[in-house]
């Protein structure tokens, strides 16, 4: 079903068209990835659990005769997959000369060094954003997330040095409790609404239409929300859709260890609130790495504020014209300057 307004509505939302039968042109439907089922997933209770899980996965990876590299941000989920590489594995880090990355590279390194990785810089540049974006746009579709061309370029990089099975670790954020900011309080069905929202298609489409339903799924009582499940479901999507599309783009198998494991206890949210997010993966960190102090990693950065400091904001009709520009964030730019970029890509169809 075309529903180009709805399709619209839904990427300034979500990042991403939720619903598979919308599509923004005749014969343009989009690819999802769904998670994997509850009922084939692996219940995990503590770091022992956890490190037989990742050891088992990587173990069966590598027994496919593949040449292994893996993606390494400097944080403790991929640092945990690398732990089960062998000495000589290629390791990819993001930099740029915006500098936000340099935190990123730094500690990565400092992992490659303890187990022999060979390290390798993935230099991003917005060069690299205007020539990547179309290929990941066209097999999604659709507009993209601003990880999908770094990912892509990644994988493409990897390629040319011979990788064959690309490792991540997206997935533990999902799985154990990484999204702490999400997290952090009870939250009634309209403050998680406007907390979750990405940018509000009324602000700056013309023609907004309702994209709500999957929040409301997840209502419950008086003006409540089960928060949790609505991230295992639709968050969840978002991300692994996301990854699997510049992956699959460039032509590179690949593995999360992370995104079939399940916890077998509800997550403890006291724990996560008093600043103990992911606490199963951070125990296991300090089994693998007692010599490595667990540093706070942020999400993935990318380097659209710095990219689009200037831009002046979309001009086609589907935007509106008064869009506070100066209020957005990099991110949300992001999302206005993609979705332009992939309607002019298409303006005939």
Same mark, same amino acid.
Request: hydrophobic share 35%; net charge negative.
């Given at each position: 079903?075309?529903?180009?307004?709805?399709?619209?509505?839904?990427?300034?939302?979500?990042?991403?068209?939720?619903?598979?039968?919308?599509?923004?042109?005749?014969?343009?439907?989009?690819?999802?990835?769904?998670?994997?089922?509850?009922?084939?997933?692996?219940?995990?209770?503590?770091?022992?659990?956890?490190?037989?899980?990742?050891?088992?996965?990587?173990?069966?990876?590598?027994?496919?005769?593949?040449?292994?590299?893996?993606?390494?941000?400097? &944080?403790?989920?991929?640092?945990?997959?690398?732990?089960?590489?062998?000495?000589?594995?290629?390791?990819?880090?993001?930099?740029?000369?915006?500098?936000?990355?340099?935190?990123?590279?730094?500690?990565?390194?400092?992992?490659?060094?303890?187990?022999?990785?060979?390290?390798?810089?993935?230099?991003?540049?917005?060069?690299?954003?205007?020539?990547?974006?179309?290929?990941?746009?066209?097999?999604?579709?659709?507009?993209?997330?601003?990880?999908?061309?770094?990912?892509?370029?990644?994988?493409?990089?990897?390629?040319?040095?011979?990788?064959?099975?690309?490792?991540?670790?997206? &997935?533990?954020?999902?799985?154990?409790?990484?999204?702490?900011?999400?997290?952090?309080?009870?939250?009634?069905?309209?403050?998680?609404?406007?907390?979750?929202?990405?940018?509000?298609?009324?602000?700056?489409?013309?023609?907004?239409?309702?994209?709500?339903?999957?929040?409301?799924?997840?209502?419950?009582?008086?003006? &409540?929300?089960?928060?949790?499940?609505?991230?295992?479901?639709?968050?969840?999507?978002?991300?692994?859709?996301?990854?699997?599309?510049?992956?699959?783009?460039?032509?590179?198998?690949?593995?999360?260890?992370?995104?079939?494991?399940?916890?077998?206890?509800?997550?403890?949210?006291?724990?996560?609130?008093?600043?103990?997010?992911?606490?199963?993966?951070?125990?296991?960190?300090?089994?693998?790495?007692?010599?490595?102090?667990?540093?706070?990693?942020?999400?993935?950065?990318?380097?659209?504020?710095?990219?689009?400091?200037?831009?002046?904001?979309?001009?086609?009709?589907?935007?509106?014209?008064?869009?506070?520009?100066?209020?957005?964030?990099?991110?949300?730019?992001?999302?206005?300057?993609?979705?332009?970029?992939?309607?002019?890509?298409?303006?005939?169809?």
């Amino acid at each position: 079903m075309v529903d180009k307004d709805f399709c619209l509505s839904s990427y300034m939302a979500f990042r991403y068209t939720w619903d598979p039968e919308r599509e923004y042109f005749p014969g343009m439907h989009h690819r999802l990835r769904k998670s994997v089922p509850l009922s084939e997933k692996t219940p995990i209770a503590g770091p022992e659990d956890l490190q037989e899980a990742i050891r088992k996965r990587v173990d069966d990876a590598l027994a496919r005769g593949k040449r292994p590299g893996i993606l390494l941000s400097g &944080g403790m989920d991929s640092a945990l997959v690398a732990s089960f590489l062998p000495a000589g594995t290629d390791a990819y880090t993001f930099s740029s000369d915006t500098g936000v990355f340099d935190a990123d590279l730094e500690r990565s390194q400092r992992y490659c060094n303890r187990l022999g990785l060979r390290h390798h810089r993935v230099e991003i540049t917005f060069d690299d954003f205007r020539n990547l974006t179309p290929a990941v746009m066209q097999r999604k579709c659709g507009p993209v997330h601003s990880i999908e061309p770094q990912l892509l370029k990644a994988a493409l990089q990897a390629r040319e040095d011979g990788v064959e099975l690309l490792l991540i670790g997206d &997935g533990a954020d999902y799985v154990f409790g990484g999204m702490d900011k999400l997290l952090s309080q009870d939250w009634t069905y309209e403050a998680f609404v406007r907390r979750y929202i990405a940018l509000d298609p009324a602000l700056v489409l013309t023609h907004p239409v309702d994209v709500y339903a999957p929040f409301r799924k997840y209502k419950k009582g008086e003006g &409540g929300i089960d928060f949790q499940g609505f991230m295992d479901d639709l968050c969840a999507e978002e991300s692994y859709s996301s990854y699997e599309n510049a992956f699959l783009t460039a032509g590179m198998d690949y593995l999360d260890p992370y995104e079939d494991l399940v916890m077998a206890q509800p997550l403890d949210l006291q724990r996560v609130r008093r600043g103990e997010s992911k606490y199963i993966v951070r125990e296991l960190h300090a089994l693998r790495y007692p010599d490595i102090p667990l540093a706070e990693k942020i999400p993935m950065p990318r380097p659209v504020d710095a990219f689009l400091r200037d831009w002046k904001g979309p001009q086609r009709a589907e935007f509106r014209q008064d869009i506070p520009m100066d209020r957005l964030t990099g991110n949300q730019k992001w999302q206005l300057w993609c979705a332009e970029y992939f309607l002019n890509l298409h303006a005939n169809d």
